[in-house]
Nanobody, 113 residues
Framework: QVQFVESGGGSVQPGGSLRLSCTASGSDSSIYGMAWYRQAPGNRREWVAQIMPSGARNYAASVKGRFTIFRDNAENTVYLQMNSLKPDDTAVYYC???????WGQGTQVTVSS
């Protein structure tokens, strides 16, 4: 079963940037679509962005224009570049394949002044 390890989270001020990484093991992630999700305290997990094997990308309206998803198939890694961060972006961020496999531990992103 494919497993995912997320990293790159941290604490930043509003307007700052972070780059999240997701490394997949146990399978060749390049054959799957890959997605980022996030879950804020008290909220349900929500879809943020996805990238398909063709390279096609889609974003949630709340992050479009600020976040960019991209992948390095040679490294079996998917990234999420997050710019112009807002306090509402505070959440634990997870990656997963499409369709979903098991969930990793996620990485915490906190945006606060």
């Amino acid at each position: 079963q494919v497993q995912f390890v997320e990293s790159g989270g941290g604490s930043v001020q509003p307007g700052g940037s972070l780059r999240l990484s997701c490394t997949a093991s146990g399978s060749d992630s390049s054959i799957y679509g890959m997605a980022w999700y996030r879950q804020a305290p008290g909220n349900r997990r929500e879809w943020v962005a996805q990238i398909m094997p063709s390279g096609a990308r889609n974003y949630a309206a709340s992050v479009k224009g600020r976040f960019t998803i991209f992948r390095d198939n040679a490294e079996n890694t998917v990234y999420l570049q997050m710019n112009s961060l807002k306090p509402d972006d505070t959440a634990v961020y997870y990656c997963n394949s499409l369709p979903n496999s098991g969930w990793g531990q996620g990485t915490q992103v906190t945006v606060s002044s």
